[in-house]
């Protein structure tokens, strides 16, 4: 896949997940819209991976600690052929797999995650795994930013580092937003940099949604050796629809027919210049 | 008479079930490096000292954090390790509960939850110390097995079952030595109480520590009033032994269970929700440490103010049976 091509990915896994939220009509739209541009690179330029042989004990991992982006993360695995596009039709619905949050269930999901504040520690463990039986593969996690705020983070945080995990990339998807409003004003969590500097871990702040930069920051690991990995994804939440940036209602907003065509044609436009 | 003063000369006695655990884990590290021990500064309580010293590979200290003991132990049970998170019961089973249920329970990774010092073990250490919440909680919670061995038999081959269950299972245990019971059924799997002696006219049921007293107090009914008592160990809570509970039940003699557990929730609970549905009507009585502020005291002073000794399962006994 080209560069180019990757970029009209990003576009077109915004529209997929879009489509399937206004489908469902429910989501988590604005967080799934910010990490959009990680997943589509994790799973198309970094993740070791096999959609056929999924379980494969030497793949890379990748925990969605914050399970509610769910939307982006199914979006990207059926764009990677773990399932068929078809499945999403059903997001949602009476019996169906694909809940409201990632499952174990459904082909190339890690874990259950929705509990806030839990991906990390089960990272933690999965890279602990790895060291022990010297094995190579890497573990990656997206944390929430609102979601630092929950303890559990800084325990799994202190573990990372006593045992030298720099097979652990943690990338917080920073948009500086949760449902009740900026987190400087919700609970601050500010300076995150210095924090986990302060707890052991190498840290690198990129443009979460410069694809160029993520690539470049998720492979360039270990930042250093004997230090888990930290990467600051600077977001914006509800990224490429203007009328749903840094807008809080679209945190879990569903659009009406008008404002989703809207989208579709911002998008289409967004496509034309690249 | 009190339960730490009896002396039964039919009884072998044993260690601490928490020592078996440690002694049994070691054996099964010995032969298998997948067995790793998780401890949130507990190695010391767990027993897991010479562990450590023998397989440095194979232990993980995680410090004080017991949500983050169960998250980091369900990622290496992920990635295929024999996972034993081994903690005290209170903070395991309450702190860590969300993790319990999501990351072990939920996603199905298959941590082996090891509740040490379990009930009122820490005695005077007070309500912070103390688990009698555990079974109830657990009980809520969908995939996992609940059990509580009673004697170093049952502790043994619980840890080496678990060691090869592929399912979460809590296991806890308690600090006190315990006598080995001699029943006639030799063999021990999750699921399946023990019936430790048979007698037609009363049955009490215990768990863990509590299944000890409740065979004194049959001895003791036997002895003076001619009484045949069946107990049995149902070291299993979840899943109930519903077949035993059927034949228990059958002859309508009462019943007692008796558990070192809040009476709500617990193994008592439990037995009472089948013997209804079912449409037993026998006797029937929860013992156990009520919903109050738990009496300050060691083990077997709390044991007995709550009656959980062999004159209280006695004097409960008399009642049903209106001796």
């Given at each position: 896949m080209t560069d180019k091509e990757l970029q009209l990915k990003s576009i077109h896994l915004r529209k997929m997940l879009l489509k399937y939220?206004?489908?469902?009509?429910?989501g988590h739209t604005g967080g799934s819209l910010s990490s959009i541009d990680f997943l589509n690179v994790l799973y198309n330029r970094v993740l070791n991976v096999d959609t056929?042989?999924?379980r494969s004990p030497d793949r890379d991992r990748y925990i969605q600690s914050k399970g509610h982006c769910v939307e982006a993360l199914f979006s990207t695995l059926a764009d990677r052929g773990f399932f068929p596009e078809s499945d999403l039709e059903t997001l949602c619905q009476y019996k169906s797999h694909y809940i409201g949050h990632p499952t174990k269930k459904i082909n190339g999901v890690e874990q259950n995650t929705g509990g806030l504040g839990h991906g990390l520690s089960i990272s933690v463990g999965e890279a602990l795994a790895a060291k022990i039986d010297g094995k190579t593969h890497r573990v990656f996690t997206l944390i929430g930013d609102g979601e630092l705020a929950e303890g559990s983070n800084w325990e799994a945080a202190l573990t990372g580092s006593h045992y030298k995990l720099d097979n652990l990339y943690a990338v917080l998807d920073y948009n500086k937003q949760?449902?009740?409003?900026?987190?400087?004003?919700?609970m601050n969590t500010a300076p995150v940099r210095d924090k986990f500097e302060a707890f052991g871990w190498s840290v690198k702040e990129v443009d979460g949604h410069n694809l160029k930069e993520l690539e470049e920051a998720l492979n360039s690991g270990p930042f250093e050796e004997g230090k888990p990995n930290f990467i600051i994804a600077h977001t914006i939440k509800g990224k490429g629809i203007s009328y749903m940036e840094?807008?809080?209602k679209w945190h879990h907003g569903v659009p009406s027919p008008e404002l989703y065509e809207q989208a579709l044609t911002e998008l289409d436009e967004a496509a034309a210049l690249i | 008479m009190q339960l730490d003063k009896i002396e039964e000369k039919d009884l072998i006695m044993g260690k601490a079930n928490q020592e078996v655990v440690s002694a049994t884990m070691q054996d099964l590290a010995a032969n298998d490096r997948n067995v790793i021990a998780v401890t949130s500064d507990s190695r010391g309580s767990g027993k897991l000292v010479p562990f450590g010293q023998k397989f440095p590979e194979q232990i993980v200290e995680i410090g004080i954090a017991e949500q983050n003991l169960v998250g980091v132990a369900a990622g290496l049970a992920s990635a295929g390790k024999k996972a034993f998170a081994v903690s005290p019961a209170c903070f395991l089973s309450a702190r860590a509960l969300e993790q319990i249920k999501n990351d072990v329970c939920y996603s199905n990774n298959p941590v082996k939850l090891i509740g040490i010092s379990s009930g009122v073990s820490y005695g005077a250490l007070g309500t912070t110390h103390h688990s009698l919440h555990d079974y109830a909680v657990l009980r809520a919670i969908n995939n996992i097995i609940i059990a509580a061995p009673a004697d170093n038999f049952e502790t043994e081959q619980s840890i080496r079952l678990a060691a090869e269950t592929n399912v979460p299972v809590y296991l806890r245990f308690g600090k006190?030595?315990?006598?080995?019971?001699?029943p006639a059924d030799k063999t021990f799997e999750f699921g399946k109480g023990r019936v430790v002696k048979e007698g037609e006219d009363v049955a009490i049921i215990g768990c863990g520590e509590t299944v000890y007293p409740a065979y004194l107090a049959a001895k003791a009914l036997e002895e003076a009033h001619g009484v045949k008592a069946t107990v049995v160990s149902m070291h299993t809570i979840k899943p109930l032994d519903i077949e035993l509970l059927d034949?228990?039940?059958?002859?309508?003699?009462?019943?007692i269970t008796?558990?070192?557990?809040m009476v709500n929730g617990g193994l008592g609970e439990a037995c009472a929700s089948h013997f209804m549905q079912s449409g037993f009507q026998n006797p029937f009585k929860i013992m156990g440490i009520p919903d109050e502020y738990t009496v300050t005291g060691s083990q077997v002073e709390i044991f007995n103010h709550y009656g959980i000794s062999q004159e209280g399962i006695l004097a409960e006994a008399k009642k049903l049976l209106k001796l």
């Open positions: 939220i206004y489908k469902a009509k429910a056929e042989n999924f949760q449902i009740t409003g900026d987190n400087q004003d919700v840094r807008v809080l | 006190k030595a315990m006598p080995f019971l001699n034949k228990l039940a059958a002859n309508g003699r009462p019943i008796v558990e070192e557990h």
